[in-house]
């Protein structure tokens, strides 16, 4: 029982970190976004090029 509290206390702790940390990569989503935006065009337009 001892042992399991402390080890309780750095699993909340990592908890916290992790909600940070994917709260940061939600900002992150609609760069992404854009970007593969982007790169569908991009594929479109070199095979219209290619014509493919």
């Known amino acids: 029982m001892n ?20 709260s940061g990569m939600r900002e992150d989503i609609p760069g992404y976004v854009m970007q593969f935006r982007q790169m569908q065009a991009d594929v479109k337009a070199i095979k219209e090029r290619l014509g493919m």
């Open 3 to 22: 042992k399991a509290i402390p080890i309780l206390m750095a699993v909340q702790e990592n908890i916290y970190k992790i909600k940070e940390d994917t």
